[in-house]
């Protein structure tokens, strides 16, 4: 995997999915491939698994399944634990373009 500042350091919005193999994991990939269908070039849409990333999700203090996050410039916008659907997710996005 890239490093995680240069992944999030970008002038767009970057929606990171932290999720652990225990999720509904096809729910959540099918859901994310909608967001960025949605937001085309505009947002990157990245998962990230917390069992294969324990130091970043430990630094980041990722608790619950799953942990959605935006980033925009390096800083982090919105944070946020429990399943989200496809609209509110690009919803969300659409604040930070």
């Keep these: 995997m890239a490093k995680f500042g240069e992944l ?15 999720d509904e994991v096809e729910s959540s990939v099918k859901t ?6 949605a937001m085309g070039s505009s947002a990157k849409v990245i998962k990230i698994d917390i069992k294969k990333n324990e130091t970043l999700a430990d630094a980041l203090r990722v608790k619950g399944n799953p942990t959605f996050m935006i980033y925009k410039d390096g800083e982090m916008k919105w944070r946020e634990t429990g399943f989200k659907n496809a609209d509110a997710l ?4 659409q604040k930070y373009l």
């Design 90 to 93: 690009i919803e969300m996005i």
């Design 8 to 22: 999030i350091s970008v002038n767009k919005p970057v929606l990171i999915d932290f999720y652990s193999d225990w």
């Design 32 to 37: 994310l491939r909608d967001v960025a269908a």
